[in-house]
């Protein structure tokens, strides 16, 4: 189940064509999977807006020139070098969970610990 629709990613991004239509469409499922597996309590309005900016992040923009979630790049010159960084750990064409995405669904900035037992206690005991 996807929480975002393709008029949903078009919207204030860009038109997108068929073939792109087809990929966006199995890319919100994708995304619906990754957000529930990392916060499935999260507000559905966020769940929506994280979805746009996963697959928008994946698909890029029209230009292509500049990867979307890069955080530093460079280019040069005649003799062709072009370098980007994406920041939160993903890649270009990838979907993932960038900083501000954690936050929107309730998640960022947090500091705790967790152990493998957890699961194991019981608390009417």
Do not use: H
């Not at 469409?25 to 995304?31: F, G, I």
């Not at 916060?39 to 029209?62: F, H, W």
Request: proline share 2%.
């Amino acid at each position: 189940m996807a929480y975002a629709t393709i008029e949903d990613v078009e919207a204030g991004f860009r038109t997108l064509d068929t073939s792109e239509q087809t990929v966006v469409s199995q890319l919100l499922e994708e995304a619906a999977v990754i957000i529930d597996a990392y916060s499935p309590s999260a507000e559905e309005d966020a769940k929506k807006l994280v979805s746009c900016r996963m697959v928008r992040r994946s698909i890029g923009d029209a230009s292509g020139i500049v990867p979307i979630g890069a955080t530093q790049g460079s280019m040069s010159g005649l003799g062709y070098t072009q370098s980007w960084t994406i920041g939160s750990g993903g890649s270009s064409g990838e979907l993932y969970l960038g900083r501000v995405d954690k936050i929107l669904l309730g998640r960022g900035n947090t500091i705790g610990s967790g152990g493998p037992l957890e699961g194991m206690v019981r608390q009417d005991a």
